[in-house]
Structure formats: structure tokens, C-alpha cells
């Protein structure tokens, strides 16, 4: 580290080298950082991290890359993980002023193994200093033919208010994680609202539906398909109870409907329920 230039206004350089590092479970075989700061009113930076073979415990995470260059008007921050078991390539852009950042997630790509997700269009994001407030604005993204949304806005802190809708996802996409004998045809859609002021205890409604689909089960003689017509749960949570409902139709399945509430969810939970089997 070593610094420069007027004394009101010095800019000051870092170059840090090093290897096997490791912290608790975690530990890369390489990590580098470059950059400087000039200290004056408008903050240009720029700023270059590397850190290479990361690890968690027995999970490989792989190359990371982070670059941020800008002012504080004006400024960009990229992040890239490659090489591991998830990959994720992100730009962000903002600005800060007396009283809050102003940005926006203007890329973004999420993959874990065979499954991606793009964003599909600019979030806004609002951090106001005093009081503290995050807000992210709607946008939405993609995976093959699904859109996951976040509708209206959302508010992260001090309260939390978050409304998502996944429409259009594709079963299909979940094979990797199913066993081998098993397959899923159909698409999903769910809608989800969670809230939880400050301190307080969360509340949430969950709804998932499929229609339509096909869940196959193989073995090396055969092939059994079961067709369903409708698959919906439904949930609710507050802090006294969580209440559950899944109904299965289908011409092969008959008609399951099954009631499932569990009083004190964050305590004792305990369990109580029904289920109706016809056909």
C-alpha cells in the first residue's frame, strides 16, 4: 500500500499477492488485488480482485473475479464465479449522494449445474442512508420458457415485503435433481408473498400449481406414467400456524386431498390433519 500525489487529495495504491489461504472452511489457492483511490470529494477508484480454486468444506466454487472502477456519482461493479458447482455473472451500476445509492442490476446470469437463469430486465435498487431503507424495483428472470418475477416493489430493510410469481417453469429442468427412475413433465406456476416487519414474526402465503403433467417412474422392464390434471399446494404461515393443503387429481390417481396444520411453528409444532382418498 503506498500513497501519492497532493496531501489534501492523496491517491492511494494497493497491490496484495497471496497463496493457500484458508479461514475456517473455507480456502483458495490464489488471491490478488489491485487498485487505487483518490481521496477528494468525488471518489475515483477503480479496484481489481482475483481469487482463484476456492473451496467450501468438500464444495468447489471456483474462479472468482471482482471489478469495481467509477466514482461516487458514477460507478460499476462487476462480479464473475466460474469453474464450480454454481456460476454467476453480474454487473451492477449506481450512484451516491448526501442521502441515498442509486443503482441498478443491469446483468445477471445465475447457473447451478444444467439450470440458468437471466435477467430479462434492469432492477432497480434504492438504499437510503438515514433512516436506513432497501428497496428493489420489479423486474423479472428467465429459464428456458419460465419467468420468475418480483412484482411491484420490493421492500428488504428495515421491513421486509417481497411478492414473487413464477410462471411457465419447465418440470423438465428438474431432472438432474430427481432420481434416475423418475421424470416430470408439465409446467409449474406458484405465487409467493412474504412480509415481516422489523423484530416482528414472518407471514407468509404460498400457492404452487401444476395441471396437465405426467410423472413417469422407470425400471428396466417398464415404464409406468401417471397422468395428473391438477397438483396445487397452498400454504400459509404466520406465527401462530402453518397451514397446508394439497390436492392430486388425475384419471389413473383418483382424487387425494390432504390437511395439514401445525400449530407453533417456530415452537412445539404440533401436527394435525386429514386426507380424503377417492377413486
Not at 64 to 83: F, T, Y
Request: some cysteine.
Amino acid at each position: 500500500v503506498n500513497a501519492s500525489g497532493d496531501q489534501a487529495q492523496p491517491t492511494v495504491r494497493l497491490q496484495l499477492a497471496g497463496n493457500d489461504l484458508s479461514f475456517q472452511d473455507m480456502a483458495l489457492a490464489r488471491l490478488t488485488a489491485e487498485g487505487s483511490v483518490t481521496l477528494s470529494d468525488s471518489l475515483p477508484m477503480d479496484l481489481s480482485v482475483q481469487a482463484s480454486r476456492i473451496r467450501s468444506g468438500e464444495t468447489w466454487l471456483g474462479n472468482l473475479a471482482v471489478d469495481l472502477e467509477g466514482d461516487k456519482a458514477r460507478h460499476g461493479l462487476a462480479i464473475n464465479l466460474s469453474g464450480g458447482q454454481f456460476e454467476v455473472d453480474t454487473r451492477l451500476t449506481g450512484g451516491l449522494d448526501d442521502t441515498r445509492w442509486l443503482g441498478a442490476l443491469t446483468r445477471g446470469e445465475l447457473a447451478f449445474e444444467d439450470m440458468t437463469w437471466r435477467l430479462a430486465d434492469d432492477a432497480g435498487i434504492r438504499y437510503q442512508l438515514e433512516p436506513a431503507r432497501l428497496t428493489l424495483e420489479e423486474h423479472c428472470w428467465a429459464h428456458e420458457g419460465g419467468r420468475l418475477c418480483f412484482e411491484g416493489q420490493q421492500r428488504l430493510l428495515p421491513d421486509r415485503e417481497v411478492s414473487l410469481v413464477l410462471s411457465d417453469f419447465p418440470l423438465a429442468s428438474l431432472e438432474p435433481w430427481l432420481p434416475e427412475d423418475l421424470a416430470w413433465q408439465g409446467s409449474l406456476n406458484a405465487e409467493v408473498d412474504f412480509s415481516q416487519a422489523a423484530g416482528g414474526q414472518p407471514v407468509a402465503n404460498l400457492a404452487i400449481g401444476s395441471r396437465n403433467g405426467v410423472i413417469s417412474i422407470s425400471n428396466p422392464e417398464q415404464t409406468l406414467d401417471f397422468d395428473y390434471s391438477q397438483l396445487e399446494l397452498t400454504s400459509q404461515l404466520d406465527a401462530a400456524q402453518a397451514r397446508n393443503r394439497l390436492i392430486l387429481t388425475g384419471e389413473t390417481l383418483g382424487e387425494l386431498e390432504i390437511l395439514a396444520n401445525v400449530s407453533d411453528p417456530a415452537g412445539e409444532q404440533r401436527l394435525s390433519g386429514s386426507f380424503d382418498l377417492q377413486g
